[in-house]
């Protein structure tokens, strides 16, 4: 039997997706907005934004905020792509060190090298990698000796 073909998006249509969730953003204090768009294996999409708070360490990313959508929508095992773009000039925004841990956790749970679209905020600048790249030698589920 075949099973149905899955469409799913270009590394461009993911990152437009991050660029409109970045517009989204409650950044009022860095003014540095960044928005994530997670697709999964059967892809579909889910996208957050940063939250800041006037308690400034309260202050979520958005790839915590998209990995949260995604594990409500199909479940962070099923991650297979991430779209993030913030700032507003030509630098690439990549993930920063806490939000690679939080993807190293879906990529494990799915076991998939997740690939990680950056993009920068002028929208000149993409490029590509994976979470094994971003956090080689990474520590998570699987170094755990119970069952995720
Ligand atoms: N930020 C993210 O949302 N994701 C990252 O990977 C890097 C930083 C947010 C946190 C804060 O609201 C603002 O960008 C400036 O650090």
Redesign the pocket.
């Known amino acids: 039997m075949l099973l149905p073909k899955v469409e799913l998006m270009t590394d461009e249509e993911l990152i437009a997706l991050a660029r409109e969730a970045a517009a989204k953003?409650y950044?009022p204090?860095?003014n540095?907005?960044?928005g994530?768009a997670i697709e999964s294996v059967e892809g579909e999409v889910v996208t957050g934004?940063?939250?800041?708070n006037a308690c400034y360490r309260l202050?979520?990313?958005?790839?915590?905020?998209a990995l949260t959508a995604a594990q409500h929508k199909f479940g962070l095992d099923k991650v297979a792509r991430i779209a993030?773009v913030?700032g507003s000039d030509a630098t690439i925004?990549?993930?920063?060190g806490?939000?690679r841990q939080a993807i190293l956790e879906a990529a494990q749970l799915s076991a998939r090298d997740v690939e990680i679209i950056c993009g920068s905020g002028d929208g000149s600048a993409v490029e590509g990698h994976t979470i094994g790249e971003l956090i080689p030698f990474g520590f998570g589920p699987a170094n755990l000796s119970r069952p995720a």
């Open positions: 953003a950044a204090y860095s540095f907005c960044v994530c934004a940063n939250m800041e202050g979520l990313c958005a790839e915590q905020s993030v913030g925004c990549t993930p920063c806490g939000c």
